[in-house]
């Protein structure tokens, strides 16, 4: 079984080149970052023809986020319990966006779902944007609400599968910076806040890729010809809790994908999972096709 993230940056502009990689890399379940559209604008049709059901929590043209499976998705949850706000409401859904503990407007950064004895999340956390910005507070409230909410869902069920997957907007390590407009301690995603943060989802879930793929970025930006001179960030990560990682038996990143026309700024991540190695019930549910 194959499982990935990949912030799209707007599926409506990449849709068939996301569908195609679908089904040439053989997925079974695609959490998606930063569609940038409602649920009544996404490209449907393109994924249901080529076997997939989606799940959508997008609310305007910023942020969003779906996940794509062949097999069938319950427990759908749109944001964790302590998600917190930002900003202003959006128009025309003030009374439908809902607002965070803090008393701000909820964004479309956090999509949940069941897929056999997996319990999946799509992730796009903000950015951060500056260091002195309030973003970066939101940033810091975010993630510290996600880790309380994760330790949570593991102190009720530790064997439970878990993964974090998505677009954490922090490069952990020194050597997942190459971006040389970023400087370590001064700038976003290196700071040392922000990597605190990351560093205390330890004990709840690791990064299931970076054993297998130890070196190698996720994220290059358009400006600057940063791709050609591969100067990226390591960014986007499938985090999983030791019942998902001892079930993972191969990971990749697809850096061919920032190639070509008109490719996001992000590529893929996968890894692979060996249902027998979960128990439960999984193994029926994965020889099962999804129904339209």
Not at 225 to 245: C, L, Q, T
Not at 272 to 284: A, K, N, Q, Y
Request: charged share 25%.
């Amino acid at each position: 079984m194959r499982i990935a993230t990949w912030n799209v940056n707007s599926i409506r502009t990449r849709f068939g080149r996301v569908v195609d990689w679908l089904v040439r890399e053989d997925i079974d379940v695609l959490a998606m970052q930063e569609i940038k559209c409602r649920p009544d604008q996404f490209p449907l049709e393109a994924f249901e023809n080529a076997g997939y059901h989606v799940e959508i929590h997008g609310l305007n043209q910023w942020n969003g986020v779906a996940i794509a499976s062949r097999h069938e998705m319950t427990e759908v949850a749109r944001g964790f319990t302590d998600m917190p706000g930002f900003g202003a409401p959006i128009k025309g859904q003030e009374d439908t966006q809902g607002t965070g503990p803090n008393g701000l407007p909820l964004e479309a950064r956090a999509l949940g779902v069941t897929v056999g004895d997996l319990r999946l999340w799509s992730l796009y956390v903000p950015n951060g944007r500056a260091l002195e910005d309030p973003h970066l507070e939101y940033k810091l409230n975010w993630l510290e609400a996600l880790r309380r909410d994760t330790e949570a869902w593991l102190d009720e069920d530790p064997e439970l599968p878990l993964a974090l997957m998505g677009d954490w907007n922090i490069a952990p390590l020194d050597g997942d910076m190459g971006d040389p407009s970023f400087t370590v301690g001064k700038s976003t995603h290196v700071s040392a806040p922000e990597r605190e943060m990351f560093a205390s989802f330890a004990p709840f879930v690791e990064d299931v890729v970076r054993p297998i793929v130890p070196e190698g970025y996720t994220f290059w930006d358009y400006k600057a010809g940063r791709f050609p001179k591969d100067e990226g960030m390591r960014i986007d990560f499938i985090m999983g809790s030791r019942a998902f990682a001892d079930a993972v038996t191969g990971a990749s990143i697809h850096r061919d994908e920032r190639r070509g026309d008109a490719p996001s700024d992000h590529v893929p991540v996968v890894c692979d999972i060996d249902p027998s190695l979960l128990g439960g019930t999984f193994e029926d549910e994965y020889d099962r096709p999804m129904v339209f």
